[in-house]
């Protein structure tokens, strides 16, 4: 970059070199910053919101993590059991003769199924996903009815919509502050929010206001926002201050967010510990009930 822009290159057009690192939305706010010659303000801006979406990455990575830790060793620790101690179990029960009860033999059965078919199943399984990420890259009607379903996944789905649309309206309320015009500030905004199916709705919008549509109306139209979008983005119009009113819709947005994610945290926790248990109980019971009639059955 300093060798581009002791070239000629304006600053914009050095970072447009390396879009690996700078994506688009940063290079047009620079570009609109150079041309207001208020790059300073902007890059400023720039940074407070890349803070506020660390911030809000932070959140739903938290979420996450503790799920998918307990996940991973729940499911470990029942694929050793079927495979290696629910076998000899087996064998021990069938020697005895006696009849064993109903969850006893579902669980022997399981773990047959998983001996036999487990390995296959397995590599079938990571082939289907991986064929699957790749038609998500290459197929975009996949990739946009993938999204669509993120977006009304319970609980989560609510959380995910809300964090999308608190990062749309951020970087257009950004876009639109620095003085880049709102049918581009669109496109640029829809392209980073990181889901197609909020694109292509950002994309009728911007289609809307192309033929005439004020920015409300043409957010109306698109099932995909919520009515608290159109009404401030009337207000904004009304009061000539769209970017302080997209700006307090992407606030409420974050708010939510974080409000969300606490009490779903608060919530998975006694979730995760009430289903180990009841596995738990459910496993035991299997495989002490048979032990419980051996044992009754030698002292008498």
Do not use: W
């Not at 790059?39 to 890349?50: C, D, G, H, K």
């Not at 059991?81 to 009860?101: D, K, Y």
């Not at 876009?175 to 292509?200: D, H």
């Not at 009061?239 to 606030?251: E, I, K, P, Q, R």
């Amino acid at each position: 970059m300093r060798s581009a822009i002791e070239g000629g290159d304006t600053l914009s057009q050095a970072l447009e070199r390396h879009p690996q690192t700078f994506d688009a939305v940063f290079c047009k706010l620079v570009r609109a910053g150079e041309r207001a010659g208020e790059l300073p303000t902007v890059l400023q801006a720039i940074s407070a919101n890349l803070k506020r979406d660390d911030e809000l990455a932070s959140y739903t990575r938290r979420i996450a993590i503790y799920p998918a830790i307990v996940a991973v060793v729940i499911f470990a620790a029942i694929a050793v059991a079927l495979i290696h101690v629910v076998p000899e179990l087996a064998r021990l029960f069938q020697s005895t003769g006696q009849p064993l009860p109903l969850q006893t033999r579902l669980l022997i059965g399981l773990s047959d199924f998983v001996r036999r078919f487990g390995g296959p199943l397995l590599i079938l399984g990571v082939a289907g996903a991986l064929a699957y990420r790749h038609g998500l890259a290459t197929r975009p009607d996949l990739r946009q009815r993938h999204d669509a379903r993120l977006l009304r996944i319970p609980l989560l789905g609510d959380v995910r919509r809300k964090l999308v649309l608190a990062r749309f309206t951020g970087l257009f309320a950004l876009m639109y502050r620095s003085g880049i015009p709102i049918v581009e500030a669109l496109q640029v905004a829809g392209e980073a929010v990181g889901n197609l199916a909020v694109q292509q709705g950002i994309a009728q919008a911007a289609g809307n206001i192309e033929r005439g549509l004020s920015l409300s109306d043409a957010f109306r139209d698109v099932a995909m926002f919520p009515a608290l979008v159109t009404r401030m983005l009337r207000v904004g119009e009304t009061t000539g201050a769209l970017d302080h009113a997209l700006a307090n819709v992407s606030y409420f947005y974050e708010r939510d967010v974080r409000e969300a994610i606490a009490r779903l945290q608060a919530g998975l926790e006694p979730a995760l510990t009430v289903i180990l248990g009841l596995l738990l109980l459910a496993v035991m019971s299997a495989v002490m009930l048979p032990i419980y009639d051996i044992v009754t059955q030698l002292k008498l």
